[in-house]
């Protein structure tokens, strides 16, 4: 298992549409064990799609539970080739990205959705996912097609911002804390 460096906008591999995934195997399952210790080592990160990594295929990793503000949600979902089935309802919420570190902004997204994925067996399972986990998984998603969270702002302008963080100092050393979940 490796962390994996995130690709940073503007990254043309950022805009790339990624092939589904035909065969699950040890290659999958390599890349799976990295996503999952790259998501962990990024303080407040809740998703990550392979094409952040620049492995261009539709895989996704959540964790709302990441989050204390997320809610209920499923906790940690590894999503192969996933696809939205149904949404319903609109919200505009703030997000971030690790693709994008230093903004944050308003998106509006789908309150409610349906998901058809496979797990890391192969096996087709399909789950709802409401409010904040629908949130991640939607963007999280937008990566497999080549999007990224700016192409869903209303308004350059007045939509997206500069990134909040808080200094906290201690003896040895400084560090951030984030305020905006990294999705």
Same mark, same amino acid.
């Given at each position: ?66 989050? !204390? ?47 058809? !994925? ?66």
């Amino acid at each position: 298992m490796a962390i994996l460096p995130i690709l940073q906008y503007p990254d043309e591999r950022l805009k790339q549409v990624s092939p589904p995934i035909s065969d699950i195997d040890e290659s999958i399952t390599s890349l799976i064990d990295d996503l999952l210790e790259t998501l962990y080592d990024s303080p407040g990160c809740v998703g990550i799609a392979s094409p952040q990594v620049g492995a261009l295929k539709r895989l996704v990793i959540i964790d709302a539970s990441r989050n !204390a503000k997320a809610g209920e949600n499923h906790g940690r979902m590894i999503l192969i080739n996933p696809e939205i089935l149904s949404s319903e309802g609109e919200v505009i919420a703030r997000e971030g990205c690790l693709s994008l570190p230093h903004l944050t902004a308003n998106v509006k997204r789908a309150q409610y959705i349906r998901v058809r !994925a496979q797990n890391e067996k192969g096996e087709w399972w399909e789950f709802d996912a409401s409010n904040f986990e629908a949130r991640v998984v939607l963007h999280e998603m937008d990566h497999l097609d080549g999007l990224l969270f700016l192409d869903r702002v209303a308004s350059l302008k007045t939509d997206v911002f500069r990134r909040k963080r808080y200094n906290v100092l201690d003896e040895k050393t400084s560090f951030s804390q984030e305020k905006t979940p990294q999705v």
